[in-house]
Nanobody
C-alpha cells in the first residue's frame, strides 16, 4: 500500500512558477514509477508527466514540454513537479500517482493516487 500526499499548489499569475511535491509512504518508493495528472473543471483527467524509478527517464505531455520538469528524491520518498511559464490553461487539480515497476502515460497504469492539489493561474 502506498499513500501519496501532494502539496505546493496555489494561485499564481501567468508566467509565474510553482513547485508541487508528492510525499509517498512506504519503504519501496524507489520501485515505483511516478506520474502527475491533472483535471480541469468539466474536462477529463489528462497526463502531465511520468518519471521512472531512478529518475533517469521522463515523459511529458506536449502541452507542458519545455515548461515543466519532474524529478524525484528516493531518499526522501518524494517526487516533484517544477512548473514554469505557467498559463491560464494549466489551471487544474494536479494529482500524483504511483505504479509499481515500469509504467507509462495512461491513468489506468497507476494504482495509487493522491488527493490532488489545486493550481490556479490567473491571466
Amino acid at each position: 500500500q502506498v499513500q501519496l500526499v501532494e502539496s505546493g499548489g496555489g494561485l499564481v499569475q501567468a508566467g509565474g512558477s510553482l513547485r508541487l511535491s508528492c510525499a509517498a509512504s512506504g519503504r519501496t518508493f524507489s520501485s515505483y514509477s511516478m506520474a502527475w495528472f491533472r483535471q480541469a473543471p468539466g474536462k477529463e483527467r489528462e497526463f502531465v508527466t511520468a518519471i521512472n524509478w531512478s529518475g533517469g527517464i521522463t515523459y511529458y505531455a506536449d502541452s507542458v514540454k519545455g515548461r515543466f520538469t519532474s524529478s524525484r528524491d528516493n531518499a526522501k520518498n518524494t517526487v516533484y513537479l517544477q512548473m514554469n511559464s505557467l498559463k491560464p490553461e494549466d489551471t487544474a487539480v494536479y494529482y500524483c500517482a504511483a505504479g509499481f515497476g515500469t509504467r507509462g502515460t495512461r491513468s489506468y497504469e497507476y494504482d495509487y493516487w493522491g488527493q490532488g492539489t489545486q493550481v490556479t493561474v490567473s491571466s
